[in-house]
């Protein structure tokens, strides 16, 4: 750093030691022409003398100079690179020059600008956010009673009254899905503050899975879809953020096995190893991942061919997913054999809590 500063500062002063150094030519020019013109009016040491103390002078104000400045030169460079950071501009507080000070006003009025600018804008943000959780947790309570005339309706309407059981069945399946699309937006709004409302312990991740299969099991039985759970396996993560990840992997493996005819398996398999950490795998035998999707199924709002042939997928559950296990320092990655299946497999590191929010 202090060779690039140097570097720099002489290349600023260049023309004018050009200048000075075109004058002290021109000095001992002038006697040179004075000493032929008069002989005995000037010697060779004097000239020698002139241009020596010359040269001495400038050097001598070029190094107190650069003194002078190098503590500015050395904040500009600090700034550069921190040049991604808010408070990178702050760091500029040794301006030497009158140029320097008013590049140093107008930096400080760039940067109060848009700190004024950021605060606003956060402010907004966070009214967005809390008039988001505020309108899901109105709306929740409408969608649970519909769900629950919808049941009250099909327990008591007679079993020969088809279609009106299979109307009050279509209100509840369409409740499910709003609530669904509600616990969804809710998470990514709690997403925005994911430190606030994460509770680390090691966790029986067999139990998370059965929790999740036990909240789903409407689901899977008017699909044909029979779940199983292979192994058990322990983990150091959060319970209530892991299962919403499963939730979203079951609802996406649901989604595309439900349009294959016949009884559908969807396998939980737990591997636990001591130095490698634990993985847990999700295997349903839905009509697969074309192969050219499976790198951007983890992006925000992508849906894929067989999202787009469905007509109901938003995009947005494994990209949660995705960013939940960034965060907590899980690994989550999908292999797919396009018409027999997916498997998407979580994995706990055994230093994976180290890496929270680092991926």
Same mark, same amino acid.
């Given at each position: ?10 290349? #600023? ?77 702050? +760091? ?6 009158? !140029? ?19 605060g606003a804008y956060r402010r907004k943000q966070e009214l ?22 919808a049941q009250e309706a099909l327990r008591q309407m007679p ?16 409740? /499910?899905?709003?609530? !669904? ?48 759970? /292979? ?55 839905? +009509? ?8 951007? +199924? ?27 296990? #960034?965060?907590?320092?899980?690994? +989550?990655?999908?292999?797919? #054999? ?10 706990? /590191? ?10």
């Open positions: 750093m202090n060779r690039r500063m140097l570097a720099a500062y002489l290349l #600023d002063r260049l023309p004018f030691a050009l200048a000075a150094f075109c004058i002290i030519g021109l000095g001992a020019g002038f006697m040179l022409l004075e000493k032929a013109r008069y002989p005995g009016f000037t010697d060779n040491g004097t000239i020698a003398y002139f241009a020596g103390l010359s040269f001495f002078v400038i050097g001598v104000w070029l190094v107190y100079d650069y003194l002078r400045q190098a503590a500015y030169y050395r904040q500009i460079g600090q700034a550069l690179e921190r040049s991604g950071e808010l408070e990178a501009g702050a +760091i500029v507080r040794s301006p030497a020059t009158r !140029e320097q000070r008013v590049a140093a006003a107008l930096l400080k009025e760039q940067h109060r600008a848009y700190v004024n600018e950021l967005h956010h809390h008039f988001a959780l505020q309108w899901v947790h109105h709306m929740k309570t409408p969608v649970s009673v519909v769900d629950m005339l079993a020969e009254n088809a279609v009106f059981r299979r109307f009050a069945g279509s209100v509840k399946e369409e409740a /499910e899905k709003m609530a !669904e699309g509600l616990e969804l937006m809710l998470h990514t709004a709690r997403l925005e503050k994911f430190d606030l409302d994460l509770h680390l312990e090691q966790t029986p991740l067999h139990d998370v899975v059965r929790g999740v299969i036990n909240k789903h099991k409407r689901l899977f039985i008017r699909h044909s879809i029979f779940p199983s759970v /292979e192994g058990e396996a322990w983990a150091v993560t959060d319970g209530k953020w892991l299962s919403f990840v499963l939730t979203q992997l079951v609802t996406n493996a649901v989604k595309y096995s439900k349009v294959k005819p016949g009884a559908k398996k969807l396998v939980f398999r737990l591997q636990s190893d001591a130095r490698d950490g634990s993985k847990l795998s999700v295997t349903d035998e839905g +009509i697969g991942i074309a192969s050219h999707d499976l790198p951007r +199924i983890f992006h925000p709002f992508f849906t894929g061919e067989n999202g787009r042939a469905s007509g109901d997928s938003t995009g947005m559950g494994l990209y949660l997913a995705k960013q939940v296990c #960034d965060r907590l320092g899980h690994g +989550i990655f999908a292999v797919s #054999d396009p018409g027999r299946g997916t498997t998407i497999t979580v994995s706990f /590191e055994a230093d994976g809590i180290h890496l929270l929010g680092g991926r």
